[in-house]
């Protein structure tokens, strides 16, 4: 073999060896996601029968968070509530019951409910009972404040109004229908 041939011969090989080394010494651009990372997407823990009451400064209770299950996922600080039921209490008022299917939370003091969330409570000086339906809500617990866009629909003893969209102060006992809103009275015998 001559001199050139050597030459080539030994340029090939650091060529080859420069890709070697360019192709597996280098970590790949898009490695595939961490252990940490995968398991982010399975509850950090669990509670069954989960129980959480919040007081007032005086030390009166404020509100009370139960549900079958909860979940924290860490990715997001999230909260899930299966089968969630909230008890809301004010002085000298009737307690308001919010449950739904289910809820999900990033901050406990906004919970958003969806499936079936009824609302049960008392209006009014004479207590009338109040039965409220809707497919999803999101409620502000600190706040005694609730409100929705989907259609929404309560009931007393006498009335049954149909709305689109509804805000509900608890706290002032006030109800805000915001669209499309039909109404029925029925009168006692």
Known sequence: MTQNNWRGIGLLLILLVL????????????????ASLVQNKSPDYT??????SVFNADGSLKYIIEANRLDHFPTGDTT?????????FQPNKPTWFIQA??????????????????IFGETGTQRT???MLAENLTLHVDRKYAETQDQVTIAT??????????????????????SKVRAKHVTPH
């Not at 509670?47 to 959480?52: N, T, V, Y």
């Not at 899930?80 to 809301?88: G, N």
């Not at 299917?101 to 009824?118: K, N, Y």
């Open 19 to 34: 890709v070697f080394i360019q192709h597996f010494g280098q970590k790949p651009r898009h490695a595939p996601p961490s």
């Open 47 to 52: 509670i069954e029968k989960f129980s959480s």
């Open 80 to 88: 899930e509530l299966q089968q969630p039921l909230i008890k809301l």
């Open 101 to 118: 299917q289910t809820g999900q939370s990033t901050q406990m003091d906004v919970i958003e409910l969806a499936g079936d969330v009824t």
């Open 129 to 131: 009972p109040v039965k």
């Open 157 to 178: 003893t006498s009335d049954t109004i149909r709305s689109l969209g509804l805000q509900a102060d608890f706290a002032n006992d006030s109800l805000k229908f915001m």
